[in-house]
């Protein structure tokens, strides 16, 4: 590995190769070549899960998504509930709890609502069957090797980590979980939604010839931030303003781009060994993250790959993929186009009621991963999907970092590299990190 500066030294963490000891490794595809004739089958995806003995599912993490990530459990079949709930404050767990009853109309028990930074466990051990995950990602990889070691079923949010020590252990809480025969499905809908799921096979069965190269997009406006509140401690403030922190989110480029490199690495098979990139803040108000990412992704095999995010109001919006073939290319959702730009495939979606075409699917992706966790679980059929999120996760870590730097990054070195980001101490008072913005080409030492 070649040598660099000592503000990309402190940057990327000692490149300790004792960090994965004990680690496995992904198998990859190294390149993504296609054969123009083969067959390539896509599982069955049922318009609800299959009934069976009751399966209660444990929240752990009762924002928006954990509640919403709720519903969609609740909305996947018969015979299934919610009988736990956790999170770091009390409101989460009320309202979550509130819209659980007035949407689905079931009653979380009290004595199953619990409320701290050990409240994941207590949620684990309350009896659950399936444990959905969705706190902020820094949390994910000792959530989910927790709900690994009890044997519980997963659903965890994407993304599953913000720094590559937390990438690595994903990896390894993966390879444990298949071990066990669980279940994990991780939030990366796409998989899940049956126009990509087709156009998918389309590709892997060769109809745009060997990839050589794609853009993939995640441009929108601002979330959502937080204002300091008097009465809330420095961690209590950095915890409900989670999108705005890098040690918290893992920055846009993963918290949310993950959901396109993760198509990315799918349609082509494989995962990018390579980023250089660039970024800046221009109009962010609070925490340390960029507004905007533009990354230069290099395949082992030598093709490249455009990543381009940006959480900027009153610009141009774009959110999708794009990957150019040797005969043809495709939006990776719906169409196939020859070289000239002729249609040669597209996704024939289901009619409304007056036999009009539609552009939805006939099952809101983030009900259908739901089902096929559930299905996988009553049918004894075990899916898996933590090693290819991590995988995805990692890729966008490391754009991240090479924007961070304007240093060339690669994967290599994050699966090399010790940097771990977060305090070391969780209580509520201050939080003793770095909160600097990094500015390429300048010493940096991310929040440790």
Request: with cysteine; charged share 20%; aromatic share 8%.
């Amino acid at each position: 590995m070649k040598k660099f500066s000592i503000s990309r030294r402190n940057f990327l963490g000692k490149a300790a190769t004792a960090g994965v000891a004990g680690i496995v490794v992904p198998s990859i595809i190294a390149g993504c070549s296609r054969e123009s004739k083969k067959v390539v089958a896509v599982p069955t995806m049922l318009d609800q899960a299959p009934d069976g003995p009751v399966l209660k599912a444990g929240v752990i993490g009762c924002g928006g998504r954990g509640t919403g990530a709720a519903i969609n459990f609740l909305s996947a079949g018969p015979s299934l509930q919610v009988t736990a709930l956790a999170d770091t404050f009390q409101d989460r767990v009320d309202s979550c709890r509130e819209a659980i009853k007035k949407e689905k109309g079931q009653d979380v028990p009290i004595e199953n609502c619990f409320v701290g930074f050990d409240a994941y466990q207590k949620v684990i051990d309350s009896g659950v069957d399936i444990v959905i995950l969705a706190t902020p990602p820094y949390f994910r990889p000792e959530h989910l090797a927790a709900c690994v070691q009890a044997k519980k079923h997963i659903f965890a949010e994407k993304p599953v980590c913000v720094d590559p020590v937390g990438a690595r252990s994903v990896m390894a809480t993966a390879q444990k979980a298949k071990g066990l025969e669980l279940s994990i499905a991780t939030g990366t809908q796409r998989r899940h939604q049956r126009d990509y799921v087709a156009t998918w096979q389309q590709v892997a069965q060769g109809l745009i010839g060997d990839i050589v190269g794609g853009t993939v997009y995640w441009n929108g406006g601002k979330l959502w931030h937080r204002d300091p509140n008097p009465k809330w401690s420095e961690m209590e403030y950095m915890i409900r303003n989670w999108v705005n922190w890098t040690w918290l989110s893992g920055d846009h480029i993963v918290e949310q781009h993950v959901h396109n490199l993760d198509v990315l690495n799918w349609f082509t098979g494989s995962h990018p060994v390579k980023a250089v990139g660039f970024g800046s803040r221009l109009r962010r108000v609070t925490g340390d993250q960029y507004d905007n990412f533009s990354i230069d992704y290099t395949f082992e095999n030598g093709i490249h790959a455009h990543s381009m995010c940006r959480q900027i109001n009153g610009c141009v919006n774009n959110v999708s993929e794009r990957l150019q073939g040797a005969k043809g290319s495709t939006n990776c959702r719906n169409v196939v186009l020859d070289l000239t730009g002729n249609e040669l495939w597209k996704y024939g979606y289901p009619l409304d009621k007056d036999s009009k075409p539609t552009n939805n699917v006939s099952v809101d992706p983030y009900v259908q991963e739901h089902i096929n966790l559930v299905t996988a679980i009553r049918s004894g059929q075990a899916f898996n999907e933590l090693e290819n999120t991590a995988i995805s996760t990692m890729v966008g870590i490391m754009g991240r970092i090479s924007a961070y730097t304007g240093k060339e990054t690669t994967y290599e070195e994050m699966m090399n590299s010790d940097l771990k980001l977060g305090p070391e101490v969780f209580d509520f008072g201050p939080v003793n990190i770095p909160k600097e913005v990094p500015v390429a080409g300048l010493p940096y030492v991310p929040g440790q």
